[in-house]
């Protein structure tokens, strides 16, 4: 199927569904078959061209000009009952990708044995309960929100796992408690650029637990931790890990270091530039072990608060990640409180995220010296000059490389929310949301930089920003 | 696929005003085998909210709902849970998108739910008060 046509795909199927109304919902006549499904078509338009608005990782979003892609997608859920304790679910959603198109994709594809009446066994691709909507977040129609708030659902691109959880159910007094011990694999595209093919994130053995506390009066908290060895294969961090470990700039430090050290530059500061070269070669050396994230530890632990009683609906989120890698260790928070009068539900919402430890470039740019000591001995008719350059420029190439890599890991911002939502019928909503986004200097925020190397991209990145996010989504549940 | 399309949607939610403005008693009814004599209306509620699989007797409780258009269905829902019919609708919704639970099986009169009820030891449904007969037992009442 061509581009053009993936891309109009979800826009077909949301105007039908939407021109459909109101409850397809199939349910065999036995009740143990039933098919329903749910969708999103929404429009997002920013104050900005400098950068791309949309969920962290996907390959494209909204500008200036508006956008349906960050929120628009479709989903079918098919569930057979084999048995009253024994049925199967899959869910197949497209939604904007990673490669900015319009794939259907698997979301989950697994059994359930439901052991005892407050336990049960799931086996197959299930969504990973990181947070606290974790596996309901494309559902538009079950949030308030337009979306998550991507400062807390930003920080991580999986959201689905292949493994096995067990979740065991009881009360204790008003409240209704659900644990569930999950562990499987789980991988995931994310793009950090247009410039480049999407990055992919691996999570392997992941093990997480989750616990949710229900009270009858409309609270609800949540706890969950988990952690894995992530793996994260990017084509630049590849090649910038290549390049520092290659046989040409090892070969260019061993001319220079050997011909500016030769005594013919020792009035000239050739034993500093020999010096500086060998600093840097060291440096070089720790590149390739920056950038080979290959099962490191992750981990990420949240905790939230629900209200859902009358006409009060409130939520609250407190997130960490964590890794042993450049992929920056981040704390991020949301609050949002709405009220609903009749049909229509005003809200508001607060959210941020800051890194709390962010990896810093091995090599600096003052290293070397080798083509100014070079300069200073006789210029371009220098014998080594050639090589000094190349290796110069080698090195610059490779700490500039570093830096788009670190660079996506700047991601501090925070963002206000007003909005409503409108229950225009019992299986549509309709909802006008305002986000201000700021951004403090040196961080692009959840934002995704087209191409990091542009003036306009670079003044995004280096200065504090304040982006208005204006939004329009139509969910439906069918 | 069999599918329902409500394309007068506008006509039903006239109704449903008027019906809503003649509401009556809906009683919470269980199998007359049942060892349940009444619930609260927490009970209740959680079953057919999705947050309890159970009946307090311990038993996996076999709920049964009336369709979305029924007044008593919204009564229930509203005075039973304190939610209105797009409430109900997102929680299940919750429920179901992230395969968690499966919602109550929908049968189409008061009729219909008490034959699920007097099928089943473990059935819980509801219908307006004035339907109740001897095939089912009240455990609650609401208005």
């Known amino acids: 199927m061509s581009e053009k046509k993936l891309r109009r795909l979800p826009l077909a199927a949301a105007a039908m569904v939407a021109c459909m109304s109101a409850q397809a919902d199939y349910q065999s006549p036995d009740g143990n078959f039933r098919l329903s499904g749910f969708g999103t078509l929404g429009a997002v338009k920013t104050t900005t061209n400098d950068a791309i608005y949309g969920y962290p990782g996907q390959g494209g979003g909204a500008t200036k000009h508006g956008s349906l892609d960050p929120d628009s997608k479709i989903a079918v859920q098919g569930t057979y009952k084999f048995a009253p304790t024994v049925s199967a679910t899959s869910q197949v959603m497209t939604k904007y990708d990673a490669d900015g198109q319009y794939i259907p994709n698997i979301n989950w594809a697994f059994a359930k044995w439901q052991a005892m009446p407050g336990l049960s066994f799931r086996a197959g691709r299930m969504g990973a309960p990181l947070f606290m909507i974790s596996d309901f977040r494309d ?296 986000d201000r986004v700021t951004k403090p200097a040196d961080s692009q925020g959840m934002f995704l930089i087209a191409d990091p190397t542009t003036a306009s991209s670079a003044a995004f990145m280096n200065n504090k920003r304040s982006v208005n996010v204006m939004n329009l989504s139509v969910d439906f549940v069918f | 696929m069999k599918t329902k399309f409500t394309l007068h949607t506008l006509v039903a939610a006239g109704l449903l005003t008027l019906a809503q403005a003649a509401s009556a008693q809906v009683a919470v009814i269980v199998n007359p085998k049942s060892p349940l004599a009444t619930m609260t209306p927490e009970q209740v509620a959680a079953i057919f909210m999705g947050k309890s699989a159970t009946l307090p007797s311990g038993q996996t409780a076999v709920p049964a709902d009336l369709p979305e258009s029924s007044s008593a269905r919204d009564q229930f829902y509203s005075k039973a849970a304190g939610k209105s019919p797009s409430q109900v609708k997102a929680t299940w919704a919750r429920l179901t998108f992230s395969g968690k639970a499966m919602p109550p099986k929908e049968v189409p009169t008061a009729a219909d739910v008490k034959k699920h009820v007097a099928a089943n030891v473990d059935a819980i449904g509801y219908i307006e008060k004035s339907a109740v007969d001897s095939t089912v037992k009240v455990v609650l009442t609401v208005e």
């Open chain 1, 139 to 434: 559902v538009g129609y079950a949030n308030t929100f337009v979306r998550p708030p991507l400062d807390v659902y930003g920080q991580v691109p999986i959201s689905q796992f292949e493994g096995l959880d067990a979740a065991y159910q009881f009360n204790a007094g008003e409240a209704t408690i659900t644990s569930t011990f999950w562990t499987g694999d789980s991988k995931s595209d994310y793009a950090s650029s247009l410039a480049r093919a999407p990055s992919q994130v691996i999570l392997k053995r992941s093990v997480g637990l989750n616990v949710l506390a229900e009270l009858s009066n409309g609270w609800s908290l949540r706890v969950g931790r988990s952690q894995g060895k992530m793996t994260v294969k990017s084509e630049l961090a590849d090649q910038l890990a290549a390049g520092a470990q290659g046989a040409t700039l090892a070969g260019g430090y061993a001319a220079f270091i050997a011909g500016a050290g030769n005594g013919a530059f020792a009035g000239i500061g050739g034993p500093a530039a020999v010096a500086a070269a060998q600093a840097s070669r060291a440096q070089m050396a720790q590149v390739a072990s920056l950038l080979n994230v290959e099962g490191v530890k992750a981990t990420f632990t949240g905790i939230g608060l629900a209200y859902d009683q009358d006409n009060w609906v409130g939520s609250l989120e407190f997130t960490k990640r964590k890794t042993d890698s450049y992929v920056s260790d981040t704390t991020g928070w949301y609050s949002m409180v709405g009220y609903r009068v009749d049909r229509f539900t005003p809200y508001i919402g607060l959210s941020k995220i800051k890194s709390d430890r962010r990896s810093s470039n091995p090599l600096s740019a003052s290293a070397l010296r080798s083509s100014a000591v070079v300069t200073n001995s006789g210029g371009s008719s220098s014998p080594l000059y050639a090589g000094a350059v190349a290796l110069d420029t080698g090195v610059n190439n490779v700490y500039g490389g570093i830096n788009a890599v670190l660079g996506t890991q700047k991601q501090d911002e925070r963002t206000v929310t007003v909005g409503v939502r409108w229950d225009a019928t019992s299986s549509l909503a309709v909802k006008a949301q305002f």
